[in-house]
């Protein structure tokens, strides 16, 4: 291990030992039963309260700001873990073991590379697209990548091609002395393809190639965006240190990528979340995970979810200094406008990836001595003090996670558009995971509305309508 990135685990472990005294008198939480469905529960509109499924992926508990996948508390896996290791954890239910997670690794190799989604990508206009769109638009092309691999491996045969009559159509070249006229749309045989599982719905071999693959449809768009040409991933570095050499260029220190994995570690899974939920939904139609996936891309990247991200960097920079945080604060909570990387549905207490990031945020400003990142880190120690002491009393208002991960990736010289596609690079693992675990019990999802309209109207012609 990095000297430096000892002193990473070191200041994850002091976290950890806060966080448990400050939550240790909340109460502890019940333990599971059985459960029998149908299940009673309060339910808020929003569906809060709302019990969607069962799942042994990851566990949220708001009150004592834990956050736990397949068992592993988080604050431990950010000390001893990768983004590899942890991403296999969700996906198969346990840590693997040494021949696993080399086998794991060589596949993420093989699928990080995805030179013909990136190709058609750069033929698209994504300079001057949203980031997350364009991210959600390079998930749907990976299935179009494997779709072009299935039909290269399915040559067209002898037989199989229909003839034609070559006088009656008009030709762009010339009769080369094939048998037969050979039509594109022959090609393809829809029994053997759904026999060859073309359109598999979802599978873990689907679930690992999204989990590599997006990465580097993020750094595809991001060079894009700065008018570069896309870079290939480095198969001797890992998925965190990946992510920062394609989308920057440059390979990271230790310490970046340490950091990198961590934030990626952090991301991965978050309950039943906007877009995870999103992202079940789709895949509970037996529509392809691809799909589910973009959903999940589109979902995140509202500012009261994954986009919060980059509303915390535009809002730190509007402050401009420490010197203006209380009369911007005042003037927010006069508006009461809902100050952006603080609050969460599900935490009353410190989010635990906030109590992360916050640290890794000063961890970085002291090694890099960037005055700019540090101002905003400055403003935001001064807002985080202003809310906790008002919203943190009135209502158990703190910060999310998406209030300091914005500074740790400014540090890391990541411009403020890839925020949140690093966000989605991340939560692939736990969406595909929940996909998964979810349709070996498939139920469509289908939740009603309360009808509060009104019955029998009149219908009017048009000429009569007011
Ligand atoms: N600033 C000011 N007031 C807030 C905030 C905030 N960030 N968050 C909640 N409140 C107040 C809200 O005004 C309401 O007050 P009242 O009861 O007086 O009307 C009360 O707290 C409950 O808020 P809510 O919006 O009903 O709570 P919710 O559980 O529906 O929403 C939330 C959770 C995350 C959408 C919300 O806290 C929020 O909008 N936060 C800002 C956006 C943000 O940072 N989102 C990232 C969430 S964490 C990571 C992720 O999911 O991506």
Not at 238 to 264: C, F, W
Not at 371 to 395: M, R, Y
Request: aromatic residues 10%; charged residues 25%.
């Amino acid at each position: 291990m990095h000297e430096n990135t000892k002193a990473i685990t070191d200041l994850i472990l002091k976290v950890r030992e806060k966080s448990r005294q400050e939550t240790g008198n909340e109460p502890a939480p019940e333990m599971p039963k059985p459960i029998q469905w149908p299940i009673q529960c309060l339910v808020g509109p929003g569906l809060e309260g709302a019990i969607a499924c069962e799942s042994k992926v990851g566990y949220v508990n708001g009150a004592k700001g834990w956050l736990v996948y397949r068992g592993y508390d988080v604050f431990d896996l950010c000390a001893y873990s990768t983004f590899e290791e942890v991403s296999y954890l969700l996906l198969y239910g346990q840590l693997p073991g040494n021949s696993q997670l080399k086998a794991f690794k060589e596949k993420m190799v093989k699928y990080r590379s995805i030179p013909s989604t990136i190709r058609l990508l750069a033929n698209f206009p994504v300079a001057t697209m949203n980031t997350m769109s364009a991210l959600s638009f390079g998930a749907s092309l990976m299935k179009q990548e494997l779709f072009s691999q299935k039909q290269d491996n399915y040559r067209f045969e002898n037989g199989r091609t229909i003839s034609a009559d070559e006088d009656s159509i008009p030709m762009e070249t010339r009769p080369r002395g094939e048998e037969h006229a050979i039509y594109e749309f022959n090609r393809l045989d829809k029994t053997k393809e759904s026999a060859e599982g073309l359109y598999p719905g979802a599978d873990y071999e689907s679930s690992l190639r999204l989990i590599a693959g997006v990465a580097s449809v993020a750094g595809a768009v991001a060079r894009l965006k700065q008018g570069n040409l896309p870079i290939d991933s480095d198969p001797n570095l890992s998925h965190a240190a990946n992510l920062i050499y394609m989308i920057t260029g440059k390979y990271p220190t230790a310490v970046q990528e340490r950091i990198m994995d961590i934030a990626l570690i952090l991301h991965a899974d978050h309950g039943i979340n906007a877009s995870t939920f999103a992202t079940l939904v789709v895949a509970s139609t037996l529509s392809d995970i691809y799909f589910a996936v973009g959903s999940g891309i589109a979902a995140l990247n509202g500012p009261l979810h994954g986009g919060a991200n980059e509303q915390v960097l535009h809002m730190l920079k509007n402050i401009g200094g420490s010197d203006r945080v209380d009369s911007w604060y005042e003037n927010a909570r006069a508006k009461k406008e809902k100050i952006m990387g603080f609050g969460h549905r599900v935490y009353k207490a410190y989010d635990p990836r906030a109590r992360i990031l916050g640290p890794l945020a000063e961890y970085l400003i002291k090694e890099n001595d960037d005055p700019e990142v540090k101002q905003l880190f400055d403003v935001a120690l001064a807002l985080e003090k202003k809310v906790i002491a008002t919203l943190g009393v009135e209502k158990k208002i703190f910060p999310n996670v998406d209030f300091y991960s914005g500074i740790v990736y400014s540090s890391l010289g990541i411009p403020v558009e890839l925020f949140t596609p690093i966000f989605a690079v991340s939560r692939v693992s736990g969406w595909v995971s929940r996909v998964m675990e979810y349709l070996e019990h498939n139920r469509i999802f289908r939740p009603r509305a309360m009808y509060s309209g009104s019955f029998n109207a009149e219908y009017l012609p048009i000429e009569k309508r007011t």
